[in-house]
């Protein structure tokens, strides 16, 4: 990782971080953030009061569905069938 890119974190969530990765982007190598969606999930309906299916669906969207750069944090879901 370069000195310029700053690894961007999700507000008010560092609990659900589980790691981090390096990714190419280009011909860069970058470091990314890599956060439990399950703990995400969790984390929305116990301090914002979501439903499961809202918090799931607000992840989708506006983490999962957004791109914020080359240091995006990455979600990772549990291989549970």
Known sequence: ??????V????DQDNA?????FCWDGNSRV???VYSGEKLI???????GMSEDE???WVE???E???WGPTTPVIMWSNDD
């Open 1 to 6: 990782m370069t000195d310029e890119q700053e």
């Open 8 to 11: 961007l974190k999700i507000s």
């Open 17 to 21: 971080i589980i790691g981090r990765c």
């Open 31 to 33: 470091e990314r953030l």
């Open 42 to 48: 969790a984390n929305f309906v116990e301090i914002d």
């Open 55 to 57: 918090a799931l669906e």
């Open 61 to 63: 969207y506006n983490i």
């Open 65 to 67: 569905g957004a791109y």
